[in-house]
């Protein structure tokens, strides 16, 4: 069973980068669509990026975020620039079947990261 560990998360200033990684165990990330998906205090979960045959992200994250995948060391990663107090939350990585899209109802969650963007 494929398992999904997040880590990289911490303080940053605005303006400030961090690297995501999302490390999977169980099963070789061929098989699966990955995303990442954010909770802010108070606010609901979103999606933030995700990653298949192609790859799409928010527009609140556009060219600013970056994910990408290293099938070698079978983890997903998301760079985050140019980052924004907004940006802060727990950011999760899911994993739902190849071809499928991302979505809410995957299948396998890590226990997430926490980002706190902030002077």
């Known amino acids: 069973q494929l398992q999904l560990v997040e880590s990289g998360g911490g303080l940053v200033q605005p303006g400030g980068s961090l690297r995501l990684s999302c490390a999977a165990s169980?099963?070789?990330?061929?098989?699966?669509?990955i995303g990442w998906f954010r909770q802010a205090p108070g606010k609901e979960r979103e999606g933030v990026s995700c990653?298949?045959?192609?790859?799409n992200y928010a527009d609140s994250v556009k060219g600013r975020f970056t994910i990408s995948r290293d099938y070698a060391k079978n983890t997903v990663y998301l760079q985050m620039n140019s980052l924004k107090s907004e940006d802060t939350g727990v950011y999760y990585c899911?994993?739902?079947?190849?071809?499928?899209?991302?979505?809410?109802?995957?299948?396998?969650w890590g226990k997430g990261t926490l980002v706190t963007v902030s002077s």
């Open positions: 990653i298949g045959v192609g790859m």
């Open positions: 899911a994993a739902g079947p190849r071809g499928s899209m991302c979505s809410y109802g995957m299948a396998s």
């Open positions: 169980g099963d070789t990330l061929r098989s699966y669509v």
